[in-house]
């Protein structure tokens, strides 16, 4: 993708796209979120959960 067509990306509002520093870290970003709001919600419920599931097991793993 050009660097026009990424910066344009990453101003355009209410869209869904990979982060611009992050991306290979699986984040995603979202400008003005209204429309995309309960998708953008559903991926921060779902990260939330991975989140909470990685660190009981971490702590499993110690006792």
Do not use: C, I
């Not at 400008?31 to 419920?45: I, K, M, S, Y």
């Amino acid at each position: 993708m050009s660097p026009g067509a990424q910066r344009a990306r990453r101003t355009s509002r209410d869209v869904v796209f990979p982060h611009p520093v992050y991306a290979a870290h699986h984040w995603v970003a979202v400008v003005e979120p209204e429309a995309t709001w309960p998708l953008a919600r559903e991926l921060l419920d779902v990260a939330h959960d991975f989140a909470v599931r990685k660190h009981g097991n971490a702590v499993r793993r110690r006792t």
